[in-house]
């Protein structure tokens, strides 16, 4: 005896040759509905893809023509310039593409112009700022001589890919911007923590840290948000370009060649960046050529 069903309940052979090619014939039905489905898909993807790539570089395009904005307060000359009493000139911001208005040096000869363009990350310009500044301020706040100082970025490539060179730059600027008469003192900052050429330099925190300890008061949110936004970014690349391509006004010195570039009353100095002596002894030397017949009261004095 067999254990089992009937076998008269049990499919024929044509009967499972049947139902197998029917079985087929859905499977190929169900792959194809599957197919037709993940085409869609995939078409859904990729015009989504598409749409989102082309949006992105409308966005990069119109970044690119954005207007630019307006250049910084207090520096229509690309420079800040500062006078007696270690005060800052005012100037009104230009807007974008508008020349730059060269500071005019003192006419009745007694007083030295001096213009200094400056790297942040240019370590000669952090020697030349260290062993002069003292005296600098001293002639500059009793009127001996005027000192205007010119942020540029030609190093912005030298720091590990963070743009420090730029991003101090802007950083000085906004300061110039919003509370121009600390200027010189964040100037100082920025050299007493000056980083090594080559490294990533200081982050945006650290530089508005020395914005603070500069002695900025009541604008020092404004500036942080100017340096968090980059705001002067293009304004100092293009002022970096009008240095280098020149000309430079009040000077017979065509384009600046490299940092520092130290002029006195047009007249570059190539001297000794770490000897106050005979700096001192270049701006008595120029003032005394360009102003043969002045006697300037007071008189810058070499350091003792």
Known sequence: MTIGGSAEGRPSKNQRRDAARIKATQLRVEQKKKDRRNRVFLQGGIAVASIAVVAIIALIIMNSIRPAGPGPANMASDGVLIGEGMTVVKTA?????????ASKPDPTGTVADIRVYVDYLCPFCGQFEKTNSAQIINWVKSGAATVEIHPISILTSKSAGTQYSLRAANAA?????????????????????????????????????????????????????????????????????????????????????????????????????????????FVLQSAGETYSTSTPTPTPTPAG
């Open 93 to 101: 911001a230009l807007q974008p593409k508008a020349k730059p208005v």
């Open 173 to 281: 600027t906004c300061v110039a911007n919003y509370s121009p008469n600390d200027f010189y003192a964040f100037n100082t900052a920025l050299f007493g923590d000056q980083p090594k050429e080559g490294t990533a330099g200081l982050d945006d925190t650290e530089i508005k840290g020395l914005v603070k300890s500069s002695g900025v008061g009541a604008a020092r949110s404004k500036i942080n948000t100017c340096i968090d936004e980059a705001t002067f970014k293009s304004w100092v690349v293009a002022a970096t370009d009008r240095a280098l391509s020149g000309p430079l006004p009040n000077s017979a010195v065509k384009a600046i060649t490299g940092t520092p570039t130290v002029l006195v009353n047009g007249k570059q100095y190539v001297g000794a960046l770490d000897d106050p002596k005979e700096f001192a002894a």
